[in-house]
Structures are given as structure tokens and as C-alpha cells.
């Protein structure tokens, strides 16, 4: 049998008697680390040990290196069919070696069996005077970024082993937390002449002189800390409730509809501007249609924000097997092909004109045509080259040449519309985004009007009083500041 025993936090009381007769009685024995207050106590006491603190300059990560122990743990107990494997703390709480041996334990048919101890979170809770019962997250440092971190209960962070990891621990604290957030440094907790427990900020986690392998922090719970996802949720359904704004609660899907485009488009200045504060309040605008909708559907019982997580999270990874399952892709071409294959089976498109209705009808003109003209492209119903598509917009704009004239006011809209489609074939085909391209016209087209028109103004006369000549020498003089 291999029996794991728990050290306990470091305090020699804390041990338990039958683990110090289980350490006292084995002859092959093995310390996870050496380095642990209860070792240095047991020593004298002892046949013999070995410990695994070698693995740790071995391995290029401590997965691999738990990995390491667990496995040679198991050999050396085929060998020997006795062995005791003893680790700081509490056997099952914080320790992946243990976990790695019990696995390989069960795969193997092998026996075994935990003598628990005191945990580190036991003297944590006795040093700190915490309550569990109000809510308490216990969080490996070395998994610090697969966790969730949550202001609404207090999170104690263990093996904040040296400067390097308690560096990486705030960076990812502070994407939850302000930085001025008062945290307690915890070292040695528990063991009479080396605890140190004190109250710091949380930017100066890394600076501390006495981090080491006994090192742990603890963040209380603080409601009033950083906003999160969840406050922002609160403030909408507050606004909502029924002693919210009056204004948003008199609000609708329909209502609300096109705010949601304007907010959009204002995101794409903020980054056609590339003025990054901007782009944070305009996604933030975003964000709170979004969750403005998702309250909406919750008071009417159709769904909420969770529903339309849960839906988004669905569609990337059906449409990513390449990263959530096994196909394999090598280009960007090659995951906007997949992409499209999985959205026609995804949406049931048979056919060419199921993917053209399923073209969003509320987009801009321009995009739609582009993205209608780029669906039959596939199929090949397309132009030979650019010239052929230029030619087109020449017969086009001679068909409005021949009716602009009549009194035939839908027939000059259709070869209008006629034009326009055209001129987007000649767009795309030259890989220009139809919609930046007029944009930056109307741009170029605003600016150089300035120009004309400021020359006018400063001349001392109105511009109704100047000529289309006039005016048109200035446009030229425009020209040269583009």
C-alpha cells in the first residue's frame, strides 16, 4: 500500500499522531520537499528519507515536474510494495502530486490510503478569522489564469512561491482589482517564530523581501472594488426595475433597434481614429444594448444574458473544429472555407439563393451588394477581370443617361440602382471595401469645401455671392491639400 500523509501546515502541533507514527515506523519514505518547518522537526526522529526537491530543476514546469514525482512514486512502490509519500498541508487540498499518484493509483490497481493533517487553509482561516460560510475560493498561483476571479468572496492564493510568480499573481489581480486594493501577505502561517502576517497593497505584492515557499495571500471580499460583468448587469436591471429611469423602462426591442447601429458605426470611427478611449466608451455602448436586450428578454421570459452567451459560445466552436477538435487548417483561407461550409449546414442552406436570403436585409446597401455579388462569384457567375466590370459600369451610366431625362421615375431609380451595383463589381474585384472607399471620398470631398468656403469668408463676402467658377478655381487649389 502506499500511504500519503499529510505534514500539516508547519507547526509541529499540528501534526497528527498517527502520521508521526506512519513517518516513524516507514523505511522507505519520501518527502515531497524538504523544505517544509515540519521536516526539519521530524528529521532526528526518522530511519531514513529521500525527497523529491531534485525534480524541481528537472522539470521545465510544475506540471511536468508532479507528473515526474507521481510517476516515479509509483515505480519505486512496485519495487518495494511499501512506501509513504509525505506532503505539506493537507494531502488533498493544493497538492497535484497527490492527485497525479492517486490517478495513476486507480489505472493501476494499486492500494492506497490518506492520512489527513491541518491544512494551510485551516490555519489561514484560524490567523485571518475567516468564515467560510460567507464564501471563500481557494486558488492554486500556478492556475491563476484558468480561474475566475470574484470581488463578492474572499480568495485566498496559495504557493506564491517566489518573486517571479507573486509578479504574475498581481498582473492578474489587478485586471479584477484597482490596484491600491488592501490584500494580506501571509507567510508561514501558523508557525510560531516565522509567521508574518500584514496588510499591503496589492501593487506592492512582488515587492515583499521575505517571499518564499510559505508564502500565500488572502483577498477579502470588497463589493466596492473594480466594476465587473455582474455590477454592470445589476445597474441595467436597476434602470429596468421598478424604481429605475422611467425612460428605460418605457424602452423595447423595437425602440432601441436602430441606437444599437449608430453605436456600432460609432465604434468604427473610434477605431478608423485609432483613439483608443474613444473605442473603450463606444464598445462599452455596445455592451449596454446588448445587455439592455438580454434584461428585456428576461422581464418577458424569453431569455436572458446567459442564453445569448451560451448560443455565442456554441457557434465558435462549432465553426473552430480546427482549435476545439481534430481538422486541420493551414491558412486564414483555408478557416474562412471551413467557416462558411459549416455555417450552410449550420443555418440548412441548399442552394445560393438560401445564402443570399440569408444576407442580413438591414445592411448597408453597399455591403449587401458586395456580399451578394461575392456569393454567386463562388459558383462563378462573376466577370472575367476588372476591365470586363468596368465596361459594365459604362453601359450602365449610358442607361441612366437615356432615361434621367423621362418622366419615368422608378425606371431612373432601377438604372440608378443598375450603377451603383456595378461600380461595387469593380470595387470588389479590386479588393477595395466599397464602403471606406466612398467614405473616404465624402472625407476628401468635406475637406476641400472647408477650403472653399474659408477662402470665401475670409475674402469678407458670403458664398452665394460667388460664382460656380469662382468656386471651382478654389476647389483646384484644394487639390493641393490632400
Known amino acids: 500500500m502506499i500511504k500519503i500523509v499529510g505534514l500539516g501546515p508547519g507547526a509541529p502541533e499540528a501534526l497528527t499522531i498517527g502520521a508521526v507514527k506512519t513517518l516513524e515506523e516507514s523505511n522507505n519514505l519520501y518527502f515531497r520537499t524538504e523544505k517544509h518547518p515540519t521536516v526539519d522537526y521530524l528529521k532526528d526522529r526518522l530511519k531514513t528519507f529521500k525527497t523529491c526537491d531534485n525534480y524541481y530543476e528537472e522539470g521545465s514546469s510544475f506540471d511536468e515536474v508532479y507528473q515526474n514525482i507521481a510517476k516515479d512514486i509509483i515505480e519505486e512502490y512496485k519495487k518495494t510494495k511499501e512506501l509513504v509519500y509525505a506532503v505539506p498541508g493537507h494531502p488533498l487540498v493544493a497538492e497535484r502530486s497527490v492527485l497525479n499518484i492517486i490517478e ?3 489505472k493501476n490497481n494499486i492500494e492506497y490510503s490518506i492520512l489527513p493533517a491541518v491544512s494551510f487553509i485551516d490555519a489561514m482561516m484560524d490567523r ?3 468564515d467560510p460560510i460567507e464564501g471563500l475560493k481557494v486558488i492554486d498561483a500556478f492556475d491563476i489564469k484558468n480561474q475566475i476571479l470574484d470581488k463578492r468572496i474572499g480568495t485566498i492564493i496559495t504557493q506564491v512561491y517566489n518573486g ?3 509578479s504574475e499573481v498581481k498582473l492578474e489581480l489587478l485586471e479584477h482589482y484597482n490596484d491600491d486594493t488592501e490584500i494580506i501577505y501571509v507567510r508561514a502561517a501558523g508557525i510560531e517564530g516565522q509567521e508574518s502576517i500584514r496588510r499591503i497593497p496589492l ?9 518564499d515557499y510559505l508564502t500565500s495571500v488572502y483577498i477579502p471580499k470588497d463589493l466596492n472594488n473594480k466594476k465587473d460583468f455582474y455590477d454592470f448587469l445589476n445597474i441595467i436591471e436597476t434602470l429596468r426595475g421598478e424604481n429605475g429611469c ?19 458605426y460609432e465604434v468604427v470611427e473610434a477605431i478608423d481614429e485609432d483613439d483608443i478611449d474613444s473605442l473603450i466608451e463606444e464598445l462599452g455602448d455596445v455592451l449596454l444594448h446588448v445587455v439592455f436586450h438580454a434584461t428585456i428578454g428576461k ?7 446567459n442564453d445569448i ?4 459560445s456554441k457557434k465558435m466552436i462549432y465553426r473552430h473544429p480546427h482549435v476545439f477538435k481534430d481538422d486541420n487548417v493551414e491558412t486564414s483561407e483555408e478557416v474562412l472555407v471551413n467557416w462558411e461550409e459549416l455555417k450552410k449546414k449550420e443555418k440548412e442552406y441548399n442552394t445560393i439563393s438560401d445564402e443570399i436570403d440569408g444576407i442580413a436585409k438591414t445592411l448597408p446597401a453597399l455591403t449587401k451588394a458586395h456580399k451578394v455579388q461575392k456569393k454567386v462569384a463562388k459558383v462563378g457567375f462573376d466577370f472575367e477581370d476588372v476591365n470586363e466590370a468596368a465596361t459594365k459600369v459604362e453601359e450602365e451610366l449610358k442607361e441612366v443617361l437615356d432615361v434621367y431625362k423621362s418622366n419615368n421615375r422608378e425606371k431612373i431609380i432601377n438604372e440608378v440602382g443598375d450603377l451603383i451595383f456595378a461600380c461595387v463589381n469593380v470595387s470588389r474585384m479590386l479588393s477595395v471595401d466599397e464602403e471606406e472607399a466612398l467614405n473616404a471620398s465624402i472625407k476628401k470631398f468635406s475637406k476641400r469645401f472647408s477650403f472653399i468656403e474659408k477662402n470665401i469668408l475670409d475674402s469678407g463676402k458670403n458664398i452665394d455671392q460667388v460664382s460656380l467658377a469662382d468656386m471651382n478655381k478654389l476647389w483646384e487649389e484644394a487639390k493641393n491639400f490632400d
Open 104 to 106: 495513476l493509483c486507480d
Open 309 to 312: 452567451i451560451e448560443s455565442a
Open 299 to 305: 422581464e418577458d421570459g424569453y431569455f436572458n444574458i
Open 246 to 264: 422611467p425612460w428605460d423602462r418605457e424602452q423595447t426591442h423595437e425602440s432601441i433597434k436602430n441606437n444599437l447601429l449608430e453605436e456600432c
Open 128 to 130: 485571518l478569522k475567516i
Open 203 to 211: 501593487y506592492e505584492l512582488d515587492m515583499q523581501e521575505d517571499i
Open 164 to 166: 517571479l510568480i507573486a
